[in-house]
């Protein structure tokens, strides 16, 4: 439905023969293995391991964190109860009396904090670098997980207030880490980097989720915290070691790779990190289909990341130990179609000389109509645990795809300022997170099938209409207001 003009092709050959450009003669192309930017992805798909881990602990702990629970867990799920041969559940630690709104308050409340410092994040990325910010933004949620049982002990406003600076120092983490990226990654190689580095979220998710709630089973939920908070520790003190900002400050990273990297990006970063042009950056179309997008896409994945361990315990009736290891599997396969889109995206668009925009778009659709299609089905499984975990699986599995769609897109439309745009879009990606669980739990007070098919509607529906808005609206091409400061001398 979008039209391209002339010079929209053109830009958009910054991702396609770069390696054959005459102008800049013929770049050797260094090898992935060993190499210091495939070092970076990893170490930084550790980070937001650790990023989501402690994100998530939460909504299966809370579970366990609750006065009515070793009755609901046994009596008062919609569906009967999934009872195995287990020993006796650890209920040593405090629980609270926390009803429902409250419950979704204290789910919601990391995400109060982490508006905060998205374009914050982005702006003092750019111009200081990105990473003592990313690092020290993980630390500061580390330390903050470690005091949770603390704040619980002490009232829920506590517990929302622990849980504010939690966000407060893990916002800074995406925009940090798209800057990075763009002093990092060779156009050809954004998918496969970029789709390695952030899937340490669903990782996190997948790891989590099962061993918070074995956790809980047999220790108590307290240690959930002290124990994935130890977890970040060791990864702070290896991002410190083994991270520089950028290929020409690593100590490490051969002379071919830094060549090959500063060669790849030449045409494409400014020159100075002083001038934003943020007039244009607000008026940028492109900018607000992906503003669109990552709103929607993100309704649904924080309403299943913050709400599916309470809705595999009150409607499907499993228990603290099953719960957390089928809450995973959702998140395990968006783990994998992420990974293997970052593939392909790349291969398309290197082998195939497949267009950024078309690349991006498609990618988005299956990404985001997918997911919304088997979210409203899994509502009509009623006591099917089968057949619900296997759509909400398909559904988040889905959802994965979108990593090499409009996800990335900012480094497509704007490298140089990457991280801000970022910081732009993931701040309304975050209204989801503060009003989609007090919005899903003020819907479901009796936890009945009927009142989960209202959340699940809601989120496919604004899930298609993303998609619609960025298939619409969506570029795949560098921005003229993104290189206006290139050629000035």
Same mark, same amino acid.
């Given at each position: ?352 000389? /497949?267009?950024?925009? *078309?690349?991006?778009?498609?990618? +988005? $659709?299956? @990404? &985001? !109509? %997918? #997911? ?47 991280? /801000?745009?970022?910081? *732009?879009?993931?701040?309304?990606? +975050? $209204?989801? @997170? &503060? !009003? %989609? #669980? ?47 400061? /290139?050629?000035?001398?």
């Amino acid at each position: 439905m979008m039209e391209h003009s002339a010079s929209d092709s053109e830009t958009e050959d910054h991702v396609q023969p770069l390696l054959r450009r005459k102008d800049t003669g013929d770049i050797q192309k260094a090898p992935a293995c060993c190499s210091s930017r495939y070092g970076l992805a990893f170490l930084s798909c550790y980070g937001f391991f650790v990023a989501y881990a402690l994100r998530v602990n939460l909504s299966v702990a809370m579970v366990d964190m609750l006065k009515n629970r070793s009755s609901v867990n046994n009596s008062s799920s919609v569906c009967p109860h999934h009872s195995i041969p287990v020993p006796k559940h650890n209920h040593t630690a405090s629980v609270y009396d926390w009803d429902s709104e409250t419950q979704g308050w204290i789910l919601g409340s990391f995400f109060y904090g982490y508006i905060l410092t998205q374009i914050p994040g982005g702006y003092l990325a750019r111009k200081y670098g990105a990473k003592w910010l990313f690092g020290i933004g993980i630390l500061c949620t580390v330390i903050f997980t470690l005091l949770t049982p603390v704040a619980a002990d002490l009232g829920a406003g506590y517990l929302i207030a622990v849980r504010v600076l939690e966000g407060i120092g893990e916002g800074v983490s995406y925009p940090a880490m798209h800057a990075m990226w763009a002093s990092w990654a060779p156009p050809l190689e954004r998918s496969r980097l970029l789709t390695i580095s952030y899937t340490g979220a669903q990782l996190g998710t997948v790891v989590a989720l099962p061993l918070s709630g074995q956790i809980c089973f047999y220790l108590d939920w307290t240690y959930v915290f002290y124990i994935f908070g130890a977890v970040g520790l060791l990864w702070f003190v290896l991002w410190a070691y083994f991270v520089s900002n950028s290929p020409s400050l690593h100590k490490r990273i051969s002379e071919d790779e830094k060549t090959y990297i500063m060669a790849s990006l030449k045409n494409e970063l400014s020159p100075t990190t002083d001038y934003i042009p943020w007039t244009s950056i607000l008026k940028s179309l492109p900018l607000w289909a992906i503003v669109v997008a990552h709103f929607s896409y993100n309704w649904t994945f924080y309403t299943l990341l913050t709400l599916l361990p309470t809705y595999m315990n009150d409607i499907l009736g499993f228990s603290i130990q099953q719960n957390g290891m089928l809450s995973a599997l959702p998140y395990l396969g968006c783990w994998l179609l992420a990974l293997l889109g970052g593939q392909l995206a790349d291969l398309l668009r290197e082998k195939y000389l /497949i267009r950024t925009v *078309i690349v991006r778009k498609a990618f +988005t $659709i299956v @990404g &985001m !109509v %997918g #997911p919304a299609v088997f979210l409203v089905a899994a509502g009509y499984t009623g006591c099917n645990y089968v057949l619900a975990i296997a759509f909400l699986t398909l559904s988040s599995s889905l959802g994965g795809v979108s990593a090499s769609g409009f996800n990335i897109n900012h480094l497509d439309i704007a490298p140089s300022y990457a991280g /801000i745009l970022l910081g *732009i879009t993931n701040s309304f990606a +975050t $209204i989801p @997170g &503060m !009003v %989609g #669980p007090v919005i899903a739990r003020s819907l479901t007070k009796s936890n009945t099938i009927p009142e989960w098919q209202i959340v699940f509607y809601i989120s496919a529906a604004i899930n298609i209409f993303g998609a619609v808005f960025f298939t619409m609206f969506g570029k795949g091409t560098l921005q003229p207001w993104a290189v206006q400061r /290139i050629h000035i001398r």
